[in-house]
């Protein structure tokens, strides 16, 4: 799954995290529950409610995924949290009913139905015995928001026709977790599914431990957390691939866009960043080669390749220096409810501002 849409319709608060190096191994034997517990309620900020409550789901998250809690991470998490949801598990988004209005007509207007058929059909009434129209005029939350559009695709039969089993809400909880990720990576979740994973995911223990894995449950080289905060909202190594195609830029002249994305995924069709790469003759790969090793970039084995070493070896030759094998991937974030120019850059520095405030209370 390469980028887990925060870039897709209503990503809450825009996505971060950090972490530098994997960082998951056992919880040391002299640490114990309650005195991480207390040292999670220590970091976090002041205007925090239900201190303990967030504690424990927390510690939850990192002991069932062997993550260590120390402070880089656990401060990473808490960075995350606050620039997402500002610790509330459950979000009212200003203009909700508007987005959701739009985003029905928007599916409608694609299928050709015409628009008063649709608000016809969401006069009826709905399971909790309001009409759905009435729901979406007054849903406040993305919690809301999904339960009425699962609802609707369960009970009204233009829902099937226009949403399908696809629910419009991509991302939920306190940290913003891609639905789709969770669903992936549901097989260790440590308690009892309250429904469906989707529904685990908007409540405040589920969101914590997708979150925490979707920041931390990877491998990474990175030198400082600012770049995991990056992968949060562009898809794991997306900062050290971006770095791969800034070298490859270089050396192939073609101008590329530094997104994270080194191949067309789902598809055996060549992308730009193949295509540059296949154009340095200096590499002397064959195609399937250049192919082989691109499909690893969702890996930390993507960096063991050749075909990584031969591009930074050219390069830097080239260059003269060392080259970084990370860099900030330059993404703008999409969202109806964002109005300025915002990238992934700007995320990933605002939540490293919150990690260092978090820092700091240690």
């Not at 015409?114 to 007054?138: C, E, Q, W």
């Not at 009425?148 to 026709?161: A, C, N, S, T, W």
């Not at 993404?331 to 490293?352: C, D, G, H, M, Y």
Request: net charge positive; aromatic share 10%; hydrophobic share 40%.
């Amino acid at each position: 799954m390469r980028r887990f849409p925060h870039l897709t319709f209503l990503p809450l608060a825009l996505l971060v995290l950090a972490g530098c190096s994997h960082q998951t191994s056992k919880t040391s034997p002299a640490q114990r529950p309650a005195d991480v517990k207390s040292q999670i309620s220590h970091l976090l900020p002041a205007h925090v409610k239900d201190r303990d409550g967030w504690a424990s789901d927390i510690y939850v998250a990192f002991n069932s995924q062997q993550i260590t809690p120390d402070v880089s991470n656990l401060c990473a998490v808490i960075a995350v949290t606050g620039q997402e949801s500002n610790f509330s598990a459950d979000a009212t988004v200003p203009g909700l009913p508007k987005i959701a209005w739009a985003e029905i007509d928007r599916r409608a207007a694609q299928l050709h139905i015409p628009s008063f058929l649709v608000r016809t059909a969401l006069m009826i009434n709905s399971p909790n015995g309001k009409s759905y129209a009435y729901r979406l005029d007054h849903v406040s939350s993305e919690k809301e928001l999904s339960a009425v559009f699962d609802d609707f695709i369960d009970m009204v039969p233009m829902g099937q026709k226009l949403f399908g089993n696809l629910n419009p809400i991509h991302t939920g909880g306190p940290m913003q977790v891609s639905i789709a990720f969770a669903e992936a990576n549901a097989k260790s979740y440590p308690y009892q599914v309250d429904g469906s994973v989707r529904r685990e995911v908007f409540s405040r223990r589920g969101g914590m431990w997708f979150g925490t894995r979707h920041l931390l449950g990877y491998p990474a080289n990175y030198p400082s957390p600012l770049y995991r905060f990056a992968d949060f909202n562009a898809g794991w190594y997306a900062s050290r691939n971006a770095a791969f195609q800034s070298a490859v830029s270089r050396l192939s002249g073609i101008k590329l866009a530094l997104d994270g994305d080194l191949i067309n995924y789902g598809s055996e069709s060549a992308g730009s960043t193949e295509k540059a790469v296949r154009t340095i003759k200096r590499l002397d790969y064959s195609d399937r080669a250049i192919r082989r090793a691109l499909e690893k970039g969702e890996s930390i084995d993507f960096e063991k390749t050749d075909l990584w070493k031969s591009v930074f070896a050219l390069a830097e030759k080239d260059a003269g220096k060392k080259l970084p094998r990370e860099v900030l991937p330059g993404i703008k974030l999409e969202s109806p409810k964002i109005t300025r120019n915002l990238t992934t850059a700007w995320f990933a520095q605002r939540v490293n501002s919150r990690y260092q405030s978090c820092l700091q209370r240690n």
